[in-house]
């Protein structure tokens, strides 16, 4: 006679984890959605102390509610499509690029501690699932520029396609200089890597020496710049210069369509911060690894990387001017291309000879 399931199993082994994610993933979007409308905030508040102004100061308090001002004024604004463009495609673009930025978000993880690991899905090949995400981010764009019908809007979603495939190339080459010197594709696996470096062995406790940054500097340095180009981040975004492309990609695109594309963008930027504090940066680790710093739970520390890595994005904002487009080509495959390839097998032959690989 065929098993039978009763409906408590089916609830236990199905239903109740079901729900369970489900609520998991419906708090980090809303906390992540809040946390990137004051992140948007601070970018125009940094520039505009750079610029000696004030910057958004009218809505609520000092412009703390300027996001959400803006959030609404997109909403009600009527969406506007052209004649000639085709609908569905147009319109699935923006969701397109705006679901597959926050499913990025489902490995990252925030903290570690007694309670187990705070991560939606702890994937063991994370490193993988984030960057296969990345790689499709692109499609969106295209989709946008293509379904447009007219000119500008697909040269500049070609552009973008073309500026994201070349520096996900040196992404990825980081990326594998990071797992050689952990041994592991899971994200929390490389955090708590960096909880034993030069110092550790030296004797002393945990702290911010230990991390990646300093024992891969050039890489860190690499996936910073490769990070501004993969997001469109200034200099390097040419998709979207006014003075060249007239908004890029987005050209023909308005209400909460355009403002879809916007948030796909900052949240990859958002992903593009955690995924730096998370392999160079220590994560959820404190700066040292004494009291009182390790009294702050970890999600703090996490966070409080994430902002500092998008100020740094934030500034080259502010005093770098932008790069030429056969500049930007030049600099992804005749500098970081070679120099990040050079550097894998450095790494590799520095494990390997003094024996130090995980």
Same mark, same amino acid.
């Given at each position: 006679?065929?098993?039978?399931?009763?409906?408590?199993?089916?609830? *236990?082994?199905?239903?109740?984890?079901?729900?369970?994610?489900?609520? *998991?993933?419906?708090?980090?979007?809303?906390?992540?959605?809040?946390?990137?409308?004051?992140?948007?905030?601070?970018?125009?508040?940094?520039?505009?102390?750079?610029?000696?102004?004030?910057?958004?100061?009218?809505?609520?308090?000092?412009?703390?509610?300027?996001?959400?001002?803006?959030?609404?004024?997109?909403?009600?604004?009527?969406?506007?499509?052209?004649?000639?463009?085709?609908?569905?495609?147009?319109?699935?673009?923006?969701?397109?690029?705006?679901?597959?930025?926050?499913?990025?978000?489902?490995?990252?993880?925030?903290?570690?501690?007694?309670?187990?690991?705070?991560?939606?899905?702890?994937?063991?090949?994370?490193?993988?699932?984030?960057?296969?995400?990345?790689?499709?981010?692109?499609?969106?764009?295209?989709?946008?520029?293509?379904?447009?019908?007219?000119?500008?809007?697909?040269?500049?979603?070609?552009?973008?396609?073309?500026?994201?495939?070349?520096?996900?190339?040196?992404?990825?080459?980081?990326?594998?200089?990071?797992?050689?010197?952990?041994?592991?594709?899971?994200?929390?696996?490389?955090?708590?890597?960096?909880?034993?470096?030069?110092?550790?062995?030296?004797?002393?406790?945990?702290?911010?020496?230990?991390?990646?940054?300093?024992?891969?500097?050039?890489?860190?340095?690499?996936?910073?710049?490769?990070?501004?180009?993969?997001?469109?981040?200034?200099?390097?975004?040419?998709?979207?210069?006014?003075?060249?492309?007239?908004?890029?990609?987005?050209?023909?695109?308005?209400?909460?369509?355009?403002?879809?594309?916007?948030?796909?963008?900052?949240?990859?930027?958002?992903?593009?911060?955690?995924?730096?504090?998370?392999?160079?940066?220590?994560?959820?680790?404190?700066?040292?690894?004494?009291?009182?710093?390790?009294?702050?739970?970890?999600?703090?520390?996490?966070?409080?990387?994430?902002?500092?890595?998008?100020?740094?994005?934030?500034?080259?904002?502010?005093?770098?001017?932008?790069?030429?487009?056969?500049?930007?080509?030049?600099?992804?495959?005749?500098?970081?291309?070679?120099?990040?390839?050079?550097?894998?097998?450095?790494?590799?032959?520095?494990?390997?000879?003094?024996?130090?690989?995980?």
């Amino acid at each position: 006679m065929a098993n039978t399931w009763s409906w408590p199993e089916i609830w *236990q082994a199905y239903l109740w984890p079901l729900l369970v994610m489900v609520f *998991q993933s419906v708090v980090l979007l809303v906390a992540l959605l809040i946390i990137i409308a004051f992140l948007l905030l601070m970018d125009r508040k940094v520039w505009a102390a750079v610029q000696l102004r004030r910057g958004p100061n009218v809505v609520g308090p000092f412009g703390l509610l300027q996001s959400f001002a803006d959030l609404l004024k997109f909403v009600l604004k009527e969406p506007l499509i052209p004649a000639g463009a085709d609908k569905g495609v147009f319109l699935l673009a923006p969701l397109v690029a705006s679901v597959l930025a926050l499913a990025a978000w489902a490995v990252i993880p925030l903290n570690e501690n007694g309670w187990g690991r705070w991560v939606i899905s702890d994937l063991n090949v994370g490193v993988l699932y984030l960057f296969a995400i990345s790689s499709l981010g692109v499609y969106g764009i295209i989709m946008g520029g293509w379904a447009s019908n007219s000119k500008y809007p697909f040269l500049g979603s070609l552009r973008s396609a073309a500026q994201m495939v070349s520096y996900e190339v040196s992404i990825g080459f980081v990326i594998i200089t990071v797992l050689l010197c952990v041994g592991s594709l899971n994200l929390t696996d490389i955090v708590n890597a960096q909880k034993y470096g030069p110092g550790t062995r030296a004797g002393l406790p945990n702290t911010l020496i230990d991390w990646h940054w300093l024992k891969l500097l050039p890489m860190f340095v690499v996936f910073f710049v490769s990070a501004l180009a993969e997001t469109n981040r200034p200099p390097f975004d040419l998709p979207e210069a006014e003075s060249e492309l007239v908004a890029g990609f987005a050209v023909e695109y308005s209400s909460t369509p355009y403002l879809l594309f916007m948030l796909g963008e900052y949240v990859a930027i958002t992903t593009m911060c955690a995924l730096t504090s998370i392999m160079f940066l220590g994560g959820w680790l404190p700066p040292a690894d004494v009291w009182p710093l390790n009294l702050v739970p970890g999600l703090v520390w996490f966070l409080a990387k994430i902002v500092f890595v998008f100020f740094m994005f934030a500034m080259v904002k502010a005093f770098v001017p932008r790069y030429r487009y056969d500049q930007l080509m030049r600099l992804g495959w005749k500098v970081f291309l070679p120099l990040s390839l050079a550097m894998v097998v450095a790494v590799a032959g520095v494990l390997h000879v003094f024996e130090l690989a995980p």
